[in-house]
């Protein structure tokens, strides 16, 4: 499919303004709903701050931030577009829709909306939306063909050196 990490950017964006939109318009911050017991739960936060809710209040710091590294990676898309790495295209689609999900929400509102609540044990990870793991998804897999590509690589150069001997 043509474009197709612009597509998966667009459903990641998608899914997070819907789910967004859903808990926001169905729930009170601080509500929660049990999805397993302790250790999932729907709340709703809003976050004024960056991811861990760090640097409360900098919105304009992380609106041009956000619109940097948007841009940034739309132009990393455009010039790896024909290189065959679909594995890396897909995960920058994540990334984006992600970065774009959270912009929106800092531009219009001057903060994200964030509801998955993990609990291990006494520790209570930080609450999340679907942007985040379109970001923590795509940047796994940016690693992922980091090392799948400098495989190939290295075979490829073995290989080579193999044909040229005498």
Known sequence: MKYYYYWVALVVFALDQ?????????????????VIGEFFKIQLYKNNGAAFSMLPNQQLFFIVITTAVVIGIIWYIQRNRNSGRTLLLAALGLILGGAIGNLFDRALYGEVVDFFKLTFGS????IF??????INIGVVL????????????????????AEDRP
Not at 18 to 33: P, Y
């Open 123 to 126: 520790y209570i990870f930080p």
């Open 18 to 34: 819907i789910t967004k939109k859903i808990v926001s318009g169905t729930m009170q911050v601080g509500d929660q709903i049990s």
């Open 142 to 161: 940016i690693l992922l063909d980091t090392i799948l590509d400098g495989r190939y690589k290295r075979t490829n150069v073995q290989r080579k050196t």
């Open 129 to 134: 939306n679907i942007a985040d793991i379109g």
